[in-house]
């Protein structure tokens, strides 16, 4: 069986767009001891966030309880827009975060969804 590839979304403004996945790693500055909200930086990382929650960059995102870490669902046009954009985000420019990867991600299966619409 061969799963098909994903095919580019056309955004209602015109520009092509993708799903990305971000996965980021503790980084140096990283306290593991503490939960998310007690790092330093907390309170411009979460306007940061919320700020591209609004412009529908960020879809969903979700924190990597056990390793410090954050798993990002994002739309942008290509993998150079999503690093452009989270290298603004306080924690990846003061090493609370590190980003690891950025790839292309397509939803075949989605139990939120199909919840979601029963």
Do not use: C, K, N
Request: glycine content about 6%; charged content about 25%.
């Amino acid at each position: 069986m061969t799963a098909s590839r994903e095919m580019p979304e056309v955004d209602a403004e015109g520009p092509t767009v993708s799903t990305f996945m971000v996965l980021s790693q503790a980084g140096p500055y990283r306290d593991l001891a503490r939960d998310s909200r007690e790092q330093p930086h907390w309170d411009a990382h979460a306007a940061f966030i919320d700020r591209l929650v609004a412009e529908r960059f960020i879809s969903l995102g979700r924190p990597l309880v056990d390793a410090g870490g954050a798993l990002l669902i994002v739309t942008a046009q290509d993998e150079a827009e999503v690093r452009a954009t989270l290298r603004h985000d306080p924690w990846y420019a003061h090493g609370i975060l590190r980003l690891d990867r950025v790839q292309r991600w397509q939803i075949f299966i989605d139990g939120w969804r199909s919840a979601r619409d029963a």
